[in-house]
């Protein structure tokens, strides 16, 4: 007999909070902000190749700038800035026998 089981496929890695604290310490951008609105879609469309689905999940990001530590770009205090971010997420339908 053959069933189909959704399987939900992310990927996600285990980094050490000293190799995080590294890539803080090393950005060439430290700021503080505010939220000030955040716009977020998340459309799921088929996966033909394997019979499930992809969501893409995308925010977008209005932000005041309220404390500058250090700016390579030149972002001044009181800055209101845009920033967006894109992430994918897979549904795949696999076929499992004996389920």
């Known amino acids: 007999m053959t069933a189909r089981r959704l399987i939900a496929a992310t990927a996600r890695a285990d980094v050490p909070n000293k190799v995080i604290q590294g890539w803080q310490d090393s950005a060439l951008e430290s700021l503080r ?9 998340s459309p799921a469309r088929p ?48 076929r499992i026998a004996g389920c």
């Open 33 to 41: 902000l505010t939220v000030l609105s955040k716009q977020e879609t």
């Open 47 to 94: 996966w033909v190749a394997g019979g499930g689905s992809v969501t893409t999940t995308e925010a977008t990001l209005t932000a005041k700038v309220d404390e500058v530590h250090r700016t390579a770009s030149g972002v001044a205090l009181g800055s209101v800035i845009t920033g967006a971010v894109r992430d994918h997420a897979l549904l795949a339908a696999s």
